[in-house]
């Protein structure tokens, strides 16, 4: 580096995930805000001779700005710790827990996060019966984004059961994870890192103006409200926030992570449900930690700086103590 100020980055985004267009809108903006301060920028759309392509630009860091797999399940973050190279947001171990729906419940339930039950099930056995009563959804186990959510209740028209030509899940994925539905109100808190240790941002109500909040509703402009700060009751924000911060800190997440909830706001704090902590949460326009952020006075381009220098900071730490 030049100075402690001045960093050449590379932003590696893209890939071929089912998430490849929010990755290079998140990996675009990133480069303009580090550009605009002045620092050197190397964009890297993921391909398999990315290793090659990282070691030829030998940057400082790199910035991930990956979404789905192999950015954010392990993959690249083994790679770039082989290659010895610093890496924003989370690390190996907790990136191949956070993005397994199942693991994060193995995780977080025993050190007392609420989250939904359910199970487990093969697609096929859903064209024989429903594996919970009505209404309940089915998310795919290792996917980010609401990517392949469904929402099974009585008046859907997927049948009963399940019929094998509905559109769905069960048709791209062999397994699925089936959870009960949570009425209520859907709620998301972002926590960043920093030297004084992980705090949470604010926590922002989404309210879809159709369906629910799915890929298409988080990523198409002007389908979602979000509403920031909340307007929730103080112990509800309160049990947001702290939540977040206890994911963030049990899960081992290093940068940046989102937190999301589902509350069903006639059960007051026993209906608030951890469904999700996302360890690259997207840096789009339509974004919520460059929201949340913003309503914390932290600007675009000063977010994307801080999370480079954490990654630097850890890096040099686990440097000094190794």
């Known amino acids: 580096m030049t100075d402690a100020r001045t960093w050449h980055v590379a932003v590696l985004m893209g890939g071929w995930a089912n998430e490849r267009p929010v990755s290079l809108m998140s990996g675009e903006g990133v480069a303009k805000a580090l550009e605009s301060r002045g620092h050197r920028v190397t964009r890297i759309d993921m391909d398999r001779d990315v290793a090659a392509r990282i070691a030829e630009a030998a940057p400082d860091v790199v910035f991930n700005a990956l979404h789905g797999v192999p950015g954010e399940d392990g993959t690249v973050q083994g790679m770039l710790d082989l290659m010895g190279v610093p890496y924003t947001h989370s690390g190996l171990a907790t990136s191949v827990i956070a993005i397994d729906k199942e693991l994060t419940k193995l995780l977080l339930v025993p050190k007392g996060v609420p989250m939904p039950g359910g199970r487990i099930v093969a697609s096929e056995s859903l064209y024989d ?6 209404p309940y959804v089915l998310k795919p186990v290792n ?19 399940i019929r094998r030509d509905a559109a769905g899940p069960w048709q791209e994925f062999r397994q699925l994870l089936a959870e009960p539905f949570i009425r209520g109100r859907e709620l998301t808190s972002a926590v960043i890192d920093g030297p004084d240790g992980p705090r949470a ?8 103006k ?8 988080k990523y198409t402009d002007g389908m979602t409200d979000h509403i920031c700060p909340a307007q929730l009751p103080e112990e509800i924000e309160q049990a947001c926030l702290q939540l977040a911060v206890r994911c963030h800190t049990a899960l081992g997440c290093k940068g940046t992570s989102r937190t999301d909830f589902r509350w069903d706001d006639e059960q007051g704090v026993d209906g608030l449900f951890v469904l999700e902590t996302n360890t690259q949460p997207g840096m789009t326009p339509l974004s919520l930690v460059p929201e949340q952020a913003a309503h914390v006075g932290m600007d675009y381009p000063t977010l994307v700086e801080a999370i480079v220098a954490e990654a630097l900071r850890v890096h040099a730490k686990e440097g000094a103590d190794g």
Do not use: C, H, Q, W
């Open 143 to 161: 996917e980010g984004s609401s990517v392949g959510v469904a929402i099974v209740t009585d008046e859907s028209n997927y049948g009963n059961p």
């Open 129 to 134: 019966g429903d594996p919970l009563p009505r």
């Open 201 to 208: 941002l604010a926590v922002t109500e989404l309210k879809p």
């Open 210 to 217: 159709s369906g629910f909040y799915d890929f298409d509703a």
